[in-house]
């Protein structure tokens, strides 16, 4: 089982970002999927999470309208899409899936914005 996340990167404010987190050794769409973000000194806090199955989604308030999680099943791979990024959006991203007592995490990508 793994999660591989990519497309993290150094982005100046307003600018966009896609991350991916590709599965393996299981079906994503089986598992609630989530991005969450941890910030230098800060807790880890969840960002956006997608359901299993209808593929309902939900985000924290600082990123509503502005990120959007997605899932294409063909690819057993979830989505980020990250627009009018701003400098509080700097942390590091990790993918989750949770199913049950289902736990798994991506190694996590960099995400940096600065002007």
């Known amino acids: 089982v793994q999660l591989v996340e990519s497309g993290g990167g150094l982005v100046q404010p307003g600018g966009s970002l896609r991350l991916s987190c590709a599965a393996s050794?299981?079906?994503?769409?089986?598992?609630?999927m989530s991005w969450y973000r941890q910030a230098p000194g800060k807790e880890r806090e969840l960002v956006a999470a997608?359901?299993?199955?209808?593929?309902?989604?939900d985000y924290a308030d600082s990123v509503k309208g502005r990120f959007t999680i997605s899932r294409v099943n063909a690819k057993n791979t979830v989505y980020l899409q990250m627009n009018s990024l701003k400098l509080e959006d700097t942390a590091v991203y990790y993918c989750?899936?949770?199913?049950?007592?289902?736990?798994?995490w991506g190694q996590g990508t960099q995400v940096t914005v600065s002007s």
């Open positions: 050794g299981f079906t994503c769409s089986r598992y609630v």
């Open positions: 997608i359901t299993s199955g209808g593929g309902s989604t």
């Open positions: 989750n899936a949770v199913r049950g007592l289902e736990d798994y």
